[in-house]
């Protein structure tokens, strides 16, 4: 619409340079290619989860929740707690082909035991966007012999402090870590951060016009292979 491309534009620049490259690279790259997950799938039965740690006061949930307005317009963002049951989190993963489920406060050590383990066969599973399967029936059928399939199909975003120790869970994401750059750095960041917060609504422009581009022109898995 008239305007936005001024408005974008002041959006962008703030966002390229209130973080480091390396950083907003990796979260731009794999937030864009959340729109071509199911196309990752056909293709290469695959696609990583993204995640981000860093210390507290990093700024690790702020950028990850403004970010995520590229999916969401006039909405606010929305994030689980793994405080949730894992069958929670699995019908929340199960909504979506390409709207990130996004998983902030992970911290193993705080965690019922089992808890830890079962979250973390559920992302390996997301990874191949494999269907899991429960008993106990459900509200269409109430035999308790009768079974439920799940598929995980979203793709999904875990937030920590720690990096996850687990090699199997390593291999399969993008490994985003942010950490507090020197007080005159932090400063010019912070005020160009609040500058893309405050317009960050606008990311939506950008997601719609990425996810038309896609269904309009009828993107294949065969052209994707070819041009990945």
Known sequence: EEGNKDTL????????????PDMLGSMLGWMTACYYKPLFQKAYNQF???????????????????????????????????????????????????VPMVVDEYKPHEMAPGVHD?????????????????????????????????????????????????????ERVVLVTMSSPPPAVKNRFASRFMAFQAKAKNLAILGKYIASRLVLTGFTAEQMKAEF
Do not use: W
Request: aromatic share 10%; glycine share 6%.
């Open 9 to 20: 534009r002041d959006l962008l620049t703030n966002l390229f340079r209130c973080q480091k």
């Open 48 to 98: 990583p989860l993204m995640h981000i740690n860093g210390l507290a006061g990093s700024g690790k949930s702020q950028m990850s929740s403004t970010m995520s307005h590229f999916f969401y317009y006039n909405q606010e963002p929305k994030t689980v707690s793994p405080t949730s049951t894992v069958f929670a989190l699995s019908q929340f993963a199960s909504g979506t082909d390409s």
């Open 118 to 170: 079962r979250l973390k066969l559920m992302f390996r599973d997301a990874y191949n966007a494999r269907d899991v399967q429960r008993g106990g029936g459900n509200r269409d059928n109430d035999n308790y012999r009768a079974l439920t399939t799940t598929t995980l199909c979203a793709p999904i975003m875990f937030i920590a402090e720690a990096i996850e120790e687990e090699t199997a869970l390593m």
